[in-house]
T-cell receptor, first 114, second 117 residues
Framework: KQEVTQIPAALSVPEGENLVLNCSFTDSAIYNLQWFRQDPGKGLTSLLLIQSSQREQTSGRLNASLDKSSGRSTLYIAASQPGDSATYLCAAKPIIQGAQKLVFGQGTRLTINP | DTEVTQTPKHLVMGMTNKKSLKCEQHMGHRAMYWYKQKAKKPPELMFVYSYEKLSINESVPSRFSPECPNSSLLNLHLHALQPEDSALYLC????????????????FGSGTRLTVV
């Protein structure tokens, strides 16, 4: 059974710092791994989708990596801004016959201090 | 169009009421999902529709009744809910696994904040 873990649960850093959020998964048999952002009381916004065959994806100040052999993904945020404050969720799509499930981590609540 | 639209954004209902949540997407996705999310927790899967047929029901109580009238619409009918059902309800869509594509990325709506009184 696929399990996804995100550490730390909460992170507070000063504005301008570069930071890394971690996501680990127990089963490397995945179609992809997706990073989402969620503001309080809002829906999930997709940030980056990394296919199983890819090593990384980049969008603006965000870079996500995937290492299936070690069961890890990281989300790198460069030059953090107060507007980056949100909860970040990673989710893996397991390769299971007939399955349509996404397995979420518990999320990292990020606060960027001005 | 790369959005999933959910209505209403907020809903307050009594325990004897009947209401419906609506979800619409025009991305050509043939898998649609209902999730329930409690505060400070990740979303929990409730139902999955694949090609307009219910493929997964995660042992959800019968007071929640999903419906998929066509490939673009997904409804969640609510009846005789309990206060503990108060949560953020999220709709999502993607391509189903059996579709000939490798892009199974999910798109989520902005959610309906449901309060049961």
């Amino acid at each position: 059974k696929q399990e996804v873990t995100q550490i730390p649960a909460a992170l507070s850093v000063p504005e301008g710092e570069n930071l890394v959020l971690n996501c680990s998964f127990t089963d490397s048999a995945i179609y992809n791994l997706q990073w989402f952002r969620q503001d309080p009381g809002k829906g999930l916004t997709s940030l980056l989708l990394i296919q199983s065959s890819q090593r990384e994806q980049t969008s603006g100040r965000l870079n996500a990596s995937l290492d299936k052999s070690s069961g890890r993904s990281t989300l790198y945020i460069a030059a953090s801004q107060p507007g980056d404050s949100a909860t970040y969720l990673c989710a893996a799509k397991p390769i299971i016959q007939g399955a349509q499930k996404l397995v979420f981590g518990q999320g990292t609540r990020l606060t960027i201090n001005p | 169009d790369t959005e999933v639209t959910q209505t209403p954004k907020h809903l307050v209902m009594g325990m004897t009421n009947k209401k419906s949540l609506k979800c619409e997407q025009h991305m050509g996705h043939r898998a649609m999902y209902w999730y329930k999310q409690k505060a400070k927790k990740p979303p929990e899967l409730m139902f999955v529709y694949s090609y307009e047929k219910l493929s997964i029901n995660e042992s959800v109580p019968s007071r929640f009744s999903p419906e998929c009238p066509n490939s673009s619409l997904l409804n969640l009918h609510l009846h005789a809910l309990q206060p503990e059902d108060s949560a953020l309800y999220l709709c999502a869509s993607s391509q189903p696994i059996l579709r000939d594509t490798t892009n199974y990325g999910y798109t989520f709506g902005s959610g309906t904040r449901l309060t049961v009184v």
